[in-house]
């Protein structure tokens, strides 16, 4: 189970939203790199500037607002005629390029170690990279858990609240982010499974006689 699966009840709730902005002349790929740009700039803001705790609640109201947003270019694609290949590309990088920014600030939060933010960041951009490649095995584009790019940002969310909100963070938290690098990195297992075993019962279907 992963909160990518209430994905459509959400759909359902934003797209009067997204037909005033098709209206409006909005595209999708506007709103990809905008909230790319958005993402890497409070990520590195509060990482370098180093701001007060109470800062860090700004990460869990921008991972809701981005969430929104990577529905809404979405929606704009496939149903208002905006699919494109650059709007592919972008779609997939900007993702990763968002998520390494928005976790950076974790590695200045004591008892995390810097190395296993690093390591939740190197590993959630292999993810995403997995479940990109399923098409290219004739599976479909993965995006199984127990750790996806929804969940992930449900965690850091919390964690940015709970850092804002003044409590310190107990030692036994130190183990989060290792803990964290092992779930993704079942996400990455799981999604290289299933989209094989995707690919196979297709390539079966359709009668060829070497299934990979």
Avoid at 21 to 45: D, E, F, P, R, Y
Avoid at 115 to 133: D, K, N, P, R
Avoid at 203 to 210: E, F, H, M, T, W
Wanted: glycine share 8%; net charge positive.
């Amino acid at each position: 189970m992963s909160i990518y699966e209430l994905k459509p009840r959400f759909q359902a709730l934003l797209r009067p939203l997204v037909r005033r902005l098709h209206a409006m002349g909005v595209t999708a790929n506007q709103v990809t790199v905008a909230a790319c740009v958005i993402s890497v700039a409070l990520g590195l803001w509060l990482f370098f500037a180093a701001p007060s705790a109470a800062a860090f609640a700004l990460i869990p109201l921008w991972m809701f607002m981005r969430m929104a947003l990577n529905a809404i270019d979405g929606m704009l694609a496939r149903e208002h005629g905006q699919q494109s290949a650059l709007g592919a590309f972008l779609n997939e990088l900007t993702d990763v390029l968002s998520d390494a920014a928005l976790y950076l600030p974790f590695a200045l939060v004591a008892p995390f170690s810097p190395f296993w933010v690093g390591a939740v960041i190197v590993l959630a951009g292999l993810s995403e990279f997995t479940g990109a490649l399923g098409p290219t095995v004739g599976a479909s584009r993965r995006y199984d858990g127990p750790l996806g790019k929804s969940d992930r940002a449900f965690v850091f969310g919390a964690l940015g609240l709970y850092v804002a909100l003044g409590g310190p963070l107990p030692a036994w938290s130190a183990g989060l982010m290792p803990l964290l690098a092992l779930l993704v990195a079942w996400t990455i297992v799981n999604r290289i499974r299933r989209a094989l075993a995707e690919a196979g019962a297709a390539s079966r279907s359709r009668g060829d006689p070497n299934p990979s």
